[in-house]
Nanobody, 126 residues
């Protein structure tokens, strides 16, 4: 079992920045991947970014490329999402996801892992 706890959400003005964190505990997954998804009211969940736990390769949705940066700290078992140049359309609940299998970093986009965090609200005002 893996437990995921997100933090760092909040209210920010357009053009501002936020950094989300996702702390993982329980089973380790050195060969797995983690990712961020988001869901806005009335919309389907969408992929945001993913990172391989070992090696650190990354993958982004086109909508956030160049504005968001995903990273991880292996020693702290924590994944981050640095969000810059935020737009009102980035408003959503952000969820972290973990896949403990040895999957490619792109896999998690279409086949998320079994473990989800509880979500953290990000609101961007215009």
């Amino acid at each position: 079992q893996v437990q995921l706890v997100e933090s760092g959400g909040g209210l920010v003005q357009a053009g501002g920045s936020l950094r989300l964190s996702c702390a993982a505990s329980g089973r380790t997954f050195s060969s797995g991947a983690m990712g961020w998804f988001r869901q806005a009211p009335g919309k389907e969940r969408e992929f945001v970014a993913a990172i391989k736990w070992g090696g650190g390769s990354t993958y982004y949705a086109d909508s956030v490329k160049g504005r968001f940066t995903i990273s991880r700290d292996n020693a702290k078992n924590t994944m981050y999402l640095q969000m810059n140049s935020l737009k009102p359309e980035d408003t959503a609940v952000y969820y972290c996801n973990a896949d403990t299998r040895a999957v490619a970093v792109t896999t998690i986009r279409f086949r998320p892992g079994d473990y989800w965090g509880q979500g953290t609200q990000v609101t961007v005002s215009s």
